[in-house]
């Protein structure tokens, strides 16, 4: 069992920053493959970053990497996403999602999901 909230998310503008958590619940969290994923209005949830459950392996959507870190803390049962030189196409409720035992950049792999937090990026 698994249950995440999501916070950090809010207004800034372009060329800001922002750091998103999730906080976990549950004893899977420490074997669970950890995933961000963002949301747009009128688009589908797409992927955003992925990390394993000892954060030896990462993946991120190939047009974030580089602005986008994410990593954990197992200890804390908490994933973070720091984000860097945020744009206007960044805005988008971005979620916190768990599947247990492997990496996928795929919403419907994922097992548990957060109630997202709104980023909102002004020109």
């Known amino acids: 069992q698994v249950q995440l909230v999501e916070s950090g998310g809010g207004l800034v503008q372009a060329g800001g920053s922002l750091r998103l958590s999730c906080a976990a619940s549950?004893?899977?969290?420490?074997?669970?493959?950890m995933g961000w994923f963002r949301q747009a209005p009128g688009k589908e949830r797409e992927f955003v970053a992925a990390?394993?459950?000892?954060?030896?392996?990462?993946k991120y959507a190939d047009p974030l990497k580089g602005r986008f870190t994410v990593s954990r803390d197992n200890a804390k049962n908490t994933m973070y996403l720091q984000m860097n030189n945020l744009k206007p196409e960044d805005t988008a409720v971005y979620y916190c999602?768990?599947?247990?035992?492997?990496?996928?950049?795929?919403?419907?792999?994922?097992?548990?999901w957060g109630q997202g937090t709104q980023v909102t990026v002004s020109s």
């Open positions: 999602a768990a599947n247990i035992g492997f990496i996928s950049s795929r919403p419907d792999e994922y097992d548990y």
């Open positions: 549950g004893r899977t969290f420490s074997r669970s493959t």
């Open positions: 990390i394993s459950q000892a954060g030896f392996t990462i």
